[in-house]
């Protein structure tokens, strides 16, 4: 939620800022780009392969393997004309999934290797401690760094 309540902040910000200075959009020549959806299939069936996967996975209780490999079947029976659109659809996605892919195991790679650092578990037990001191009130148990005391007094 900060994230989403920050980043629309911010752009209400830019925006505003932006349009002080003048700028805005203006449309490139030659108008919008031209409409592409024409030879399309109805939307129908972009939506059955999806609930067939949901209805194979949760009543049928198919392995995830076969309900995704059905849908695959019934969006490429559905797209048969379009075969050709489907191949390169397929090959856009896979290349998109790439990032994702990477972006993960760079976060399992980077925990993983936390994890294993030893101040880690002293840091997540202090935080565990004062999680469960604001959420039960009570006096801290003692934390692993040392105390403060006040420099001796001279007479």
């Not at 059905?70 to 029976?77: D, F, Q, R, V, Y």
């Not at 659809?89 to 993960?104: E, K, L, P």
């Not at 790679?109 to 009130?137: H, M, N, Q, R």
């Amino acid at each position: 939620m900060i994230m989403l309540a920050g980043g629309y902040l911010w752009l209400i910000y830019k925006e505003k800022k932006l349009r002080a200075a003048g700028e805005h959009f203006t449309e490139i020549d030659g108008g919008a780009a031209e409409d592409d959806t024409k030879d399309l299939p109805n939307w129908i069936f972009g939506v059955i392969p999806l609930v067939a996967v949901v209805v194979t996975l949760n009543i049928l209780k198919w392995p995830a393997i076969g309900a995704i490999g059905l849908g695959i079947i019934l969006i490429a029976l559905f797209t048969v004309k379009q075969w050709n659109k489907f191949m390169e659809a397929v090959s856009q996605g896979a290349s998109g999934s790439v990032m994702a892919i990477m972006n993960t195991a760079a976060a399992v790679g980077f925990g993983s290797i936390v994890k294993v650092v030893p101040g880690f578990a002293t840091l997540t037990d202090a935080c565990w401690e004062w999680e469960e001191a604001l959420w039960y009130p009570r006096p801290l148990p003692s934390l692993p760094w040392p105390e403060l005391q006040a420099p001796p007094q001279e007479a």
